[in-house]
């Protein structure tokens, strides 16, 4: 007999009850430390208590209007994120999957609004995701995805992540842009270099594409800055937001110059709940802790502590992990053994990381971590190996 809740998942039998910090507790009492941070959603750790306290205090005011209505929460958050970065506006919606959506729609029609509606096509990258609605599918490409849900999107051509001449040789007459993520985490931690990030910039200026980031996974400091294309020193055109946003209330974003958004005009694009005002409140909290001096720094502090000591580990351990990868506190292990065992028996062991493609573990931790947390991972996963060896 089919499952109440649809089976879509592989679940564990776990089931947690309660969120401290970096730690959650099963509901026989037993605690876990949290490197997984709901696939790095909760960047600010469990019940942060400045996020709870802005939750709740929205609550006793407004919970929902609809966007026919001024936001006030939208509007700070907009022009704060507008601030911090490349964009001039900012639509907010309720996923990643939403947020990509978005990007590719405001692409589509900078193009046909430039005269140009034949420049519909992305081109994206191999190993890539960027969600489970029909177009994110088709973007990204991946087969064991697509089977049996009909004939993909059209509009998507794909080429290897990190190869520049194949993205260049792919561009045609009907290209409207190129859809990268700075860091690939479900496909597995690979990291697109600063040269491949300049090299896009400049192919897209030469070309008249735009040149989209899916930052879903990698914004919201999880490399250490802000946003992970900071580190390459370019900026795209459009940038996809969502799971750190608000650390756990469920919000997206899609960012644009006002040059590539200038299509988007009244009634091209909407959401019943996107930029939910209950939503707005955390993101805006979530915003406030993340740009208070020294936050960004420590992450990228925290994450070399982290990163020398899983270095270490995989030189101890060569038969169960072939390298370290990913950038910041979107990290872990290509394995030799099976990922998915080892991310098994971590979570025997108390620590909760996730798989990843490539046979790679993935550890995201909360941003919040400090040095007892990373020793505390480190120990679980050297016993682990220990007993695995
Ligand atoms: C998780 C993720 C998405 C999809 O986000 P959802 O909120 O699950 O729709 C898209 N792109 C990237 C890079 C992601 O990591």
Known sequence: MIPAVMPTYARSELTFDRGEGPYLYAADGRRYLDFSSGVAVTSLGHAHPRLVAALTAQAQQLWHCSNLYQIAGQKR??????????????????????????????????????????????????????????????AAGAEKYLKGFGPPAPGFDHVAYGNLNEMRAKVSKETAGVIVEPVQGEGGLAVASADYLKGLRTMCDEFGLLLIFDEVQTGMGRTGKLFAHEWAGVTPDIMALAKGLAGGFPVGAFLATEKAAKGMTAGTHGSTFGGNPLAMAVANEVLTVMTEPGFLSQVERIAKVLRTKLEALAKSYPKIFAEVRGKGLLTGFKCVVPSLDMVERLRRAGLLTVGAGENAVRLLPPLIIDERHVDEAVGIIDGVARAWS
């Open 77 to 138: 958050l907009a022009e704060r994120l507008v601030e911090l970065s490349f964009a001039d506006t900012v639509f907010f919606c309720n996923s990643g999957a939403e947020a990509m959506e978005g990007a590719i729609k405001v692409a589509r029609k900078y193009h046909a609004e430039s005269g140009h509606e034949e420049r519909y096509r992305l081109i994206a990258c191999t190993g890539s995701f960027h969600g489970r609605t029909l177009a994110t599918l088709a």
